[in-house]
């Protein structure tokens, strides 16, 4: 019997091409949840096609949103024929406003995204209703405390399985919220996200503050919507965000950048290829979300970076209302990544919490440095759609790489000349994708084991994977 839930990559010769990239999975998520909080009509150009988004926009249709494929949009999200981008989406949001919301009717399915639940959660939990966030197998591992606590500091009621620490997730809507003043738990942009989509629907000014600042993709969408979020230092090396409850969220047009969690199989590909040079169009380069291209330049890595001169983030008149300031938009660059001779690093705890999503393809770049790479205090990679720490490892070992382990830190030995093997991507699109670029440098034919779960965040990749040898 052939296997359908197998890929096998042969080794590339050469790398060449272009790709536009799927539209930023995070940007995506939030466009369509404020679309739905905003009263009237909202356009999200570009945005991912990739099954985690399209459950945020399954559940926004059925708390009221009319969340339709918009034809017109997406031509106008275009730039030139790369390859890739012809799988996102662009949407047309109509949306009663956050008081014409509805009850849901039955349960709301978050499949694999992590990214939805806890958002949503923060959402519902300023509104009138009743939502139980369910998925997957894999998200119903994923932990939920982090943010039932600071949620019901603001009033509302969550209950969660095994002791409130696992999905399924109830969330109690109560109106108005009480402002609160709290540290996020761990440094996650999700978590604080959802407080600050809760203190929306709160009473008075919000404070979150976070030890290790995340990526700050809901403030600049807030603030292109008309909600004041201020930002200060706190501390040494945190910062805070202040919200003023009570403003209403505008309807506005979103240009949806091409993801930097994609765009990184591809820079850490053509950096450890040896025959390698590809141009990904249109990426997002937020600074809190650009740590993979630093780490990787810190290790030698030629990356060439190209702004592009239109505005990413906001377009037509709400992009002239909010262009006085910077911090309301998303900036984009064309990057070209050519073949490098890469060195080892020492990946610090905040440099983790910047590149988390990045780290596991990050490490198979560290098989290729010279030297030892230490990745530190990575635990919250094991809370992930699978336990990356132990996913990794894994693979790379199977293929000829040194990888240990100890506690949350990585210590992977570079050199390596990987060998092709069997890999198992534990149904997790990050490393479904990293051993598919390794596949690309190593010696012989590279099997993936459960590689459809790509298509969570970048559907089409093995197409564009094959698309860039040359």
């Known amino acids: 019997m052939i296997r359908t ?25 939030r466009a369509l949840l404020l679309a739905t909080l905003a009263a009237g009509d909202s356009r999200i150009l570009g945005a991912s096609d990739g099954a985690d988004v399209r459950s945020t926009a399954a559940i926004m249709r059925a708390l009221g949103a009319r969340v339709e ?16 981008r012809g799988r996102n989406v662009s949407y047309r949001v109509d949306s009663p406003g956050a008081d014409g919301l509805r009850q849901p009717g039955g349960t709301l399915d978050c499949g694999n995204s992590g990214t939805s639940l ?10 009138p209703l009743v939502g139980v966030l369910d998925g997957d197998d894999s998200l119903r591992r994923r932990p939920v405390a982090r943010i039932i606590e600071p949620l019901r500091r603001m009033g509302a009621e969550l209950h969660a399985r095994d002791d409130d620490s696992l999905p399924p997730l109830t969330v109690v809507g109560h109106t108005p919220l009480r402002a609160v003043d709290l540290t996020t738990p761990v440094p996650s942009a999700q978590v604080k996200s959802a407080i600050l989509l809760a203190a929306l629907r709160a009473e008075g000014r919000t404070t979150v503050r976070e030890r290790v600042a995340t990526r700050d993709h809901t403030e600049r969408m807030l603030r292109a919507r008309g909600v004041s979020v201020d930002r200060v230092a706190d501390g040494d090396g945190g910062v805070a965000w202040t919200v003023e409850g009570g403003t209403a969220v505008r309807a506005i047009d979103q240009l949806v950048p091409g993801d930097m969690s994609a765009a990184a199989f591809w820079l850490v590909a053509g950096s450890i290829h040896p025959d390698a040079e590809l141009t990904l169009r249109d990426v997002g380069v937020n600074p809190t979300r650009r740590a993979v291209v630093d780490l990787l330049r810190a290790m030698g890595a030629e990356i060439e970076e190209r702004p592009v001169q239109a505005a990413a983030g906001v377009e037509g008149d709400a992009g002239r209302a909010s262009g006085a300031d910077p911090d309301a938009g998303e900036p984009m660059a064309d990057l070209v990544v050519r073949s490098s001779d890469l060195r080892a690093i020492d990946v610090s705890p ?14 198979l770049a560290a098989a290729h440095a010279r030297g030892t790479t230490t990745i530190r205090g990575a635990g919250e990679l094991r809370h992930k759609e699978s336990d990356r720490i132990a996913g990794i490892a894994a693979g790379l070992r199977a293929m000829g790489a040194n990888v240990e382990i100890d506690g949350d830190d990585l210590r992977i030995q570079g050199g390596a000349h990987l060998r092709g093997a069997t890999t198992d991507s534990l149904d997790d699109h990050r490393l479904a994708m990293t051993f598919a670029i390794a596949g690309l440098v190593a010696t012989d034919p590279t099997t993936i084991e459960r590689p459809d779960s790509a298509a969570v965040s970048y559907p089409g990749f093995f197409s564009d994977l094959e698309g860039v040898r040359a």
């Open 5 to 29: 839930d197998l890929a096998t990559v042969q080794p590339a010769a050469r790398l060449r091409g272009e790709l536009r990239l799927p539209g930023d999975k995070s940007i995506s998520h």
């Open 118 to 127: 806890r958002l949503i959660a923060g959402m519902l939990a300023g509104l």
């Open 69 to 84: 494929p918009d034809g017109e949009a997406e031509g106008a999200a275009e730039r030139g024929g790369a390859p890739g």
């Open 350 to 363: 905040p440099e983790v919490a910047a590149a988390i999503d990045e780290i596991p393809v990050l490490c």
